[in-house]
């Protein structure tokens, strides 16, 4: 199979700024708040408060390369380049803020506000991830591992309810106000995610229902640059032919076509609705 270097090369640089992105909120925001949202990062900061013989970082970075290193030999190749090359970075990037950037105490004091970074920035590096087709290590790997060898199908619940029970640990280990953030962050988390994973992928869908078929056409194909499908046609009760015209674009090129169309066809019946789940050639690949 043929290797796409330029894609590649695109998907390796927002694998490693997914990964900055989530190390830093975590190691910046999360650790020193002892928010404890779920995932590997979260049982870090129990485990440091517990044994406090290693810092939170050097407990993530334990857990994480020892379920890759499990992931690998149980998972082989379906473990995936794009969630090894993650997990690596962000490990390297966890240790070096823990040598060279030692936090003993939050960076303000607005935990509220902190909260919203620890959960917003990981989850804007998440999200990223899971558009390309990768993971992000740790709690993910346990995902595959229980859906490959164990009976669970729905593992999605099975992770949440993991995460609830580290997040719901904040209350015995600290106290109230910490579990009480570290839960709220942790639904917050999920909102946040399917946001900006929806944001990131989402496109406009036109029904362009035209008598000037060959202008429109003409105009998506030689303007916007996108390619589209026509169906010939008849109105029901005027029984005239008309054409309709199916396109994707994006949301700044939406506002262009709807503008042309608007002007140069103004009698067209134009419906445009939101989409976030594409496949095809121009788009994801199948």
């Not at 199979?1 to 330029?6: A, S, T, W």
């Not at 949301?251 to 042309?260: E, H, K, T």
Request: aromatic fraction near 12%; proline fraction near 3%; avoid cysteine.
């Amino acid at each position: 199979m043929k290797v796409n270097r330029k894609l590649f090369v695109k998907e390796t640089l927002l694998i490693l700024f997914s990964s900055f992105l989530s190390a830093t909120g975590i190691y910046l925001f999360k650790f020193p708040n002892h928010f404890t949202t779920g995932g590997v990062t979260g049982l870090g900061v129990v485990l440091n408060h517990i044994w406090p013989t290693y810092s939170q970082a050097m407990y993530t970075n334990i857990m994480n390369i020892g379920i890759t290193v499990i992931g690998l030999i149980l998972l082989g190749k379906s473990f995936g380049i794009k969630t090894l090359i993650y997990t690596g970075f962000f490990t390297i990037m966890i240790a070096l803020y823990d040598r060279f950037l030692p936090l003993t105490a939050p960076l303000t004091n607005q935990p509220f506000m902190e909260l919203i970074l620890a959960v917003l920035v990981p989850a804007i590096g998440g999200a990223i991830m899971f558009d390309i087709g990768g993971s992000t290590g740790g709690t993910d790997v346990i995902a595959m591992l229980l859906k490959k060898y164990g009976r669970i199908y729905n593992t999605s619940t099975a992770l949440l309810l993991a995460d609830i029970f580290i997040g719901a640990l904040a209350f015995v280990v600290f106290d109230v106000q910490t579990g009480l953030f570290s839960v709220f962050g942790l639904l917050v988390r999920s909102v946040l995610t399917e946001s900006v994973l929806t944001g990131l992928n989402q496109r406009k869908y036109f029904h362009i229902i035209t008598e000037h078929s060959q202008l429109v056409k003409d105009y998506i194909t030689n303007e916007l640059k996108r390619s589209a499908t026509l169906f010939e046609g008849e109105g029901a009760f005027t029984g005239d032919k008309r054409t309709l015209v199916l396109t994707v674009v994006s949301p700044r090129q939406a506002i262009d076509l709807r503008n042309f169309v608007r002007k140069n066809s103004p009698e067209s019946f134009l419906l445009i609705t939101n989409t976030s789940e594409i496949f095809g050639r121009g788009f994801k690949p199948n």
